[in-house]
């Protein structure tokens, strides 16, 4: 109990609390938000490939904050999907930020107003929540809007820049700079594949299920769109069910 009491002593939204934590979340968002703008580059290439005009990838991104989830959301938009396809695939691609939410909300002291509560979900990001959750003590708030205030400009702006590219680079450019995001994607699941062999099982059944599923007489007159809520809600019920992590990191004996 004392020592609940002393991190809630900590925690105070005080002018100069405040500042002094927006400053120190500004500071740490710096790497982040420059790797940010890098990767935001080729995701605007994508979104110029979808029609999209550089202000609409710039509040694309302000408004989002998800690679994954604006990747098929763009993608989607070029396939001309319908709004119910491209509502689903962005709460599927995004439930993660669920967990994370619920999780960061423990990190929050209890008196925390809903205002900064909401805030401080909205602007969750796979790097911002590690940030965050990694603070000692109770999380004051100011420090996430502090990251997300250098972080997400980055992304936005890395969004806009990337598709007014290109707009003016030659075709055969723009092709070769849309592969860059691929690249991204590689980066995330290679790592954990060659970690678990249970996850790089995953990725190559996901791979050739996408395959079949574009091959496959009924599903393969379903959009592209449809398809892929299909096989990621399917194979990844599939794996939570037989493959269950525990509270300890560990699956099925191994650790994760």
């Given at each position: 109990?004392?020592?609940?009491?002393?991190?809630?002593?900590?925690?105070?939204?005080?002018?100069?609390?405040?500042?002094?934590?927006?400053?120190?979340?500004?500071?740490?968002?710096?790497?982040?938000?420059?790797?940010?703008?890098?990767?935001?580059?080729?995701?605007?290439?994508?979104?110029?490939?979808?029609?999209?005009?550089?202000?609409?990838?710039?509040?694309?991104?302000?408004?989002?904050?998800?690679?994954?989830?604006?990747?098929?959301?763009?993608?989607?938009?070029?396939?001309?999907?319908?709004?119910?396809?491209?509502?689903?695939?962005?709460?599927?691609?995004?439930?993660?930020?669920?967990?994370?939410?619920?999780?960061?909300?423990?990190?929050?002291?209890?008196?925390?107003?809903?205002?900064?509560?909401?805030?401080?979900?909205?602007?969750?990001?796979?790097?911002?929540?590690?940030?965050?959750?990694?603070?000692?003590?109770?999380?004051?708030?100011?420090?996430?809007?502090?990251?997300?205030?250098?972080?997400?400009?980055?992304?936005?702006?890395?969004?806009?820049?990337?598709?007014?590219?290109?707009?003016?680079?030659?075709?055969?450019?723009?092709?070769?700079?849309?592969?860059?995001?691929?690249?991204?994607?590689?980066?995330?699941?290679?790592?954990?594949?060659?970690?678990?062999?249970?996850?790089?099982?995953?990725?190559?059944?996901?791979?050739?299920?996408?395959?079949?599923?574009?091959?496959?007489?009924?599903?393969?007159?379903?959009?592209?769109?449809?398809?892929?809520?299909?096989?990621?809600?399917?194979?990844?019920?599939?794996?939570?069910?037989?493959?269950?992590?525990?509270?300890?990191?560990e699956e099925n004996g191994h650790e994760s």
């Amino acid at each position: 109990m004392n020592k609940y009491i002393k991190q809630k002593q900590n925690q105070s939204f005080s002018p100069f609390s405040r500042n002094r934590e927006l400053l120190s979340g500004f500071r740490d968002g710096i790497p982040i938000g420059l790797g940010y703008f890098a990767v935001a580059f080729s995701l605007g290439i994508a979104a110029r490939s979808a029609g999209l005009s550089a202000f609409q990838g710039f509040l694309a991104s302000i408004l989002t904050n998800a690679s994954a989830g604006e990747y098929a959301v763009f993608s989607l938009i070029g396939a001309n999907a319908a709004y119910l396809e491209v509502a689903i695939i962005t709460i599927v691609t995004n439930a993660r930020y669920l967990l994370m939410s619920c999780a960061l909300s423990q990190k929050l002291s209890p008196d925390t107003p809903l205002s900064l509560r909401l805030l401080t979900g909205f602007g969750i990001t796979d790097e911002i929540f590690g940030i965050s959750i990694a603070r000692q003590g109770f999380l004051n708030p100011w420090y996430t809007f502090g990251a997300l205030l250098f972080a997400s400009p980055c992304w936005a702006a890395g969004t806009a820049l990337g598709i007014i590219a290109g707009n003016m680079l030659p075709a055969r450019i723009v092709s070769a700079l849309s592969v860059a995001l691929f690249g991204m994607f590689l980066a995330v699941i290679i790592p954990p594949s060659r970690r678990n062999r249970v996850v790089a099982g995953l990725v190559l059944i996901s791979f050739a299920a996408s395959w079949a599923a574009g091959i496959i007489p009924v599903l393969s007159s379903l959009s592209e769109g449809t398809r892929t809520i299909i096989l990621t809600v399917a194979i990844s019920a599939a794996a939570a069910l037989i493959f269950p992590v525990n509270q300890n990191g560990e699956e099925n004996g191994h650790e994760s």
